[in-house]
T-cell receptor, first 113, second 112 residues
Framework: GNSVTQMEGPVTLSEEAFLTINCTYT??????LFWYVQYPGEGLQLLLK?????DKGSNKGFEATYRKETTSFHLEKGSVQVSDSAVYFC????????????FGAGTRLAVHP | KAGVTQTPRYLIKTRGQQVTLSCSPI?????VSWYQQTPGQGLQFLFEYFSETQRNKGNFPGRFSGRQFSNSRSEMNVSTLELGDSALYLC???????????FGSGTQLSVL
């Protein structure tokens, strides 16, 4: 079936370290891919998206590239800040799936000064 | 511009009771989706409404139902509550012309 697999957390980094959170997917057709972020006590916010192969989504210093050959959408940031501490969710939306998102389990990121 | 508003913020119920959660979407958004978030199962899609019609449904039992009103506000109902229904229930609204969903802060339901 259709699914999203994320690396398990928590990920603990020092401020200004490089971040990678791995995400791979299984899906029929050509899904759209997303990264959402959830800060404590809040709902999810869209961080970035990519809708076709080789697209790169970027926002707030975060980037992810839609790799169809490896069915991956890894999240990266060159220099993390304490304020980036949150839970990050990778998600896909199937073609014709309206607004149904299939989420990964989430990866908790903790950044220390 | 007001965001997605979910009420109540917290709910405590006992097994066998029923509960109704409310979601007011962003003005102009006609689509509302509901998700259940638990530590064990993560985020799971419940259903989506567009212009008062359910157009997509997840794999949840019939105890979970929803509806959407003409002003796009939505409610979801869970009948005969079970302990496993304890979760954060998130609502998201969407203008239906782009890919971005806007999520509310959720309703935290505890079933005792």
């Amino acid at each position: 079936g259709n699914s999203v697999t994320q690396m398990e957390g928590p990920v603990t980094l020092s401020e200004e370290a490089f971040l990678t959170i791995n995400c791979t997917y299984t899906a029929t057709g050509y899904p759209s891919l997303f990264w959402y972020v959830q800060y404590p006590g809040e709902g999810l916010q869209l961080l970035l998206k990519a809708t076709k192969a080789d697209d790169k989504g970027s926002n707030k210093g975060f980037e992810a590239t839609y790799r169809k050959e490896t069915t991956s959408f890894h999240l990266e940031k060159g220099s993390v800040q304490v304020s980036d501490s949150a839970v990050y969710f990778c998600a896909l939306r199937l073609m014709g799936g309206y607004n149904k998102l299939i989420f990964g389990a989430g990866t908790r990121l903790a950044v220390h000064p | 511009k007001a965001g997605v508003t979910q009420t109540p913020r917290y709910l405590i119920k006992t097994r066998g009771q029923q509960v109704t959660l409310s979601c007011s979407p962003i003005s102009g958004h006609r689509s509302v989706s509901w998700y259940q978030q638990t530590p064990g199962q993560g985020l799971q899609f419940l259903f989506e409404y567009f212009s008062e019609t359910q157009r997509n449904k997840g794999n949840f039992p019939g105890r979970f139902s929803g509806r959407q009103f003409s002003n796009s506000r939505s409610e979801m109902n869970v009948s005969t509550l079970e302990l496993g229904d304890s979760a954060l229930y998130l609502c998201a609204s969407h203008r239906d012309s782009n890919e971005k969903l806007f999520f509310g802060s959720g309703t935290q339901l505890s079933v005792l």
